[in-house]
């Protein structure tokens, strides 16, 4: 079963999500100089950073998995009736 041509880029939600994981990931909208509370030894800037990072990472796994069928198969099909 041949999966059809998804282009993510074409998708403006995608762009929001990623746009949004990557503007809040930096620290910037909260407190100069504020380090507490501690969670797990960690600042819980350093905390959220790590976080949204580890979402940023799996977004674009499952991007890339579920939402961008490239023309490799066609491709490769069109190559192997090119040399028969």
């Known amino acids: 079963m041949t999966k059809g041509i998804k282009e993510p880029i074409k998708k403006p939600w995608i762009w929001i999500i990623m746009g949004a994981l990557i503007l809040f990931n930096a620290p910037w909208y909260l407190p100069v100089g504020s380090t507490e509370p501690y969670i797990f030894g ?35 099909e069109s190559k192997q009736s090119k040399e028969e």
């Open 42 to 76: 960690l600042p819980y800037w350093a905390l959220i950073s790590i976080l949204l990072s580890l979402f940023l990472c799996g977004f674009l796994s499952w991007l890339c998995l579920k939402e961008w069928h490239i023309v490799e198969e066609l491709e490769e």
